[in-house]
């Protein structure tokens, strides 16, 4: 079963534009991370954001985590034709490293 | 450092064969993960390992699904007999594994498994 819903499904932008995706979950939660997935490789870590934290930064990325709406967003900003991939949010609601995934979102970033 | 390992890179076999995929986790990892991703959906956890210990495999289908880590280290999982329904990519994830760093996990690329 997959806790998160990811919104949208699919982004595509021109190079330097933001791009802002969604995560939306439906437990509680200890902490709430992002990775990227280039296609046919594995999962790449971004960013971890815990449940006592509202916002965080990495580079041109930027987390939001709202624990009362269940919800997280990712902001890259001056996106890059690199940064096309799909990207899936991950709850762990206990701290033991058991993460469930949303489905994810495929975002191009055309050059 | 090496990341996480994974042979092979792709599988295919006819249904009601037996498969068996291996993982190399980072070194000294002790947590190692092992995903299964439906094309178009996020990972879904099978089974995690602490230490050599499957301390999670409530989502391993057991009828067919097995998974041993002998000496903590190495991991492989196995499906016989292979289904249609079991065509995905079979992912291993590693992490250090204590209580203070259930944060990261490395994925290795993956076994893309294609069941005929």
């Known amino acids: 079963s997959q806790q998160g819903e990811e919104d949208p499904q699919a982004l595509s932008i021109q190079e330097g534009e933001n791009a802002t995706m969604n995560c939306s979950y439906k437990t509680s939660i200890n902490n709430l991370q992002w990775y990227r997935q280039n296609s046919g490789r594995g999962l790449v870590h971004l960013i971890l954001?815990?449940?006592?934290?509202r916002e965080k930064h990495s580079g041109r990325l930027r987390v939001t985590l709202d624990t009362s709406k269940k919800s997280s967003s990712l902001l890259i900003t001056a996106s890059r034709a690199a940064d096309t991939a799909s990207y899936f949010c991950?709850?762990?609601?206990?701290?033991?490293?058991?993460?469930?995934f949303g489905q994810g979102t495929t975002l191009q970033v055309k050059p | 450092e090496a990341g996480v390992v994974q042979s092979p890179r792709y599988k295919i076999i006819e249904k009601k064969q037996p498969v068996a995929f291996w993982c190399n986790p980072i070194?000294?990892?002790?947590?190692l993960y092992w995903y299964r991703q439906n094309l178009g959906q996020g990972p879904e956890l099978l089974i995690r390992y602490e230490n050599e210990e499957a301390v999670d495999d409530s989502q391993l289908p057991k009828d067919r699904f097995s998974a041993e880590r002998l000496k903590g280290v190495d991991s492989t999982l196995k499906i016989q007999p292979a289904e249609l329904g079991d065509s995905a990519v079979y992912l291993c994830a590693s992490s250090p594994g204590s209580s203070s760093s259930y944060n990261e996990q490395f994925f290795g690329p993956g076994t893309r498994l294609t069941v005929l």
């Open positions: 991950a709850t762990d609601a206990s701290n033991t490293g058991k993460l469930i």
């Open positions: 954001i815990r449940s006592n934290e």
């Open positions: 070194s000294g990892h002790n947590t």
